[in-house]
């Protein structure tokens, strides 16, 4: 917030005040990450005006935490950073580019399938429309064709209707820890 020398551009304080925890966004914040949207990903993206609470007699003094300019991208600044300060920045910029963002629309698909004693379950979701999601970088190498899968998988268990018979044609033991 004190500023760190940008390339090109000189001495720039890229976030609001780090010490808060207000969830309160000026109107001109709000009115720039909304021309920022618009101008990056569409007018579908924008979200709805205002997402500020009142909150009492407490003393506000300070926004949210928020980059100073939207147009700042992270990937603009990673040669003016550190490792840890862009890794920072990008967090705060995504958090508060998603905030301002409309919802995703998502569609989950479940099926359970009895046999025996044995219960088995399979989730597929697919994204109708990303929404907030796509202020993050989650479109890395792989993701597009988890998305086709992911696709396919929801339209097989869509088409399963209540009671429909089902045969097993393979079994795959494997178990999965969280990395």
């Known amino acids: 917030y004190e500023g760190v020398e940008v390339k090109g551009t000189g001495l720039v304080g ?3 005040y780090l ?9 001109e914040a709000q009115e720039a990450a909304k021309q ?4 990056n990903f569409g ?33 603009q600044l990673e040669d003016s950073l550190s490792r840890d ?25 479940t099926v359970e399938v009895s046999g025996g004693e ?3 379950r399979s989730t597929a979701t697919v994204i109708k429309f990303n929404g907030y999601l796509r202020a993050y970088n989650i479109q890395e190498e792989g993701a597009a064709q988890d998305e086709d899968d992911d696709t396919r998988d929801a339209a097989v268990l869509a088409a399963l209707k209540q009671n429909d018979s089902c045969n097993m044609l393979r079994s795959i033991p494997e178990q999965k820890f969280t990395e």
């Open 43 to 75: 007018q579908d993206y924008n979200g709805s005006e205002s997402r500020q609470e009142k909150r009492g007699k407490i003393q506000d003094a300070h926004e949210a935490i928020r980059p100073t300019y939207a147009q700042y991208e992270p990937k």
């Open 85 to 109: 300060q862009y890794r920072l920045y990008k967090l705060i910029w995504e958090r508060f580019v998603a905030s301002q963002m409309a919802p995703a629309n998502l569609e989950r698909t």
């Open 36 to 39: 920022y949207i618009t101008e």
């Open 19 to 27: 010490r808060t925890d207000s969830t309160r966004i000026s109107a």
């Open 14 to 16: 890229l976030i609001s």
């Open 118 to 120: 044995y219960t088995f």
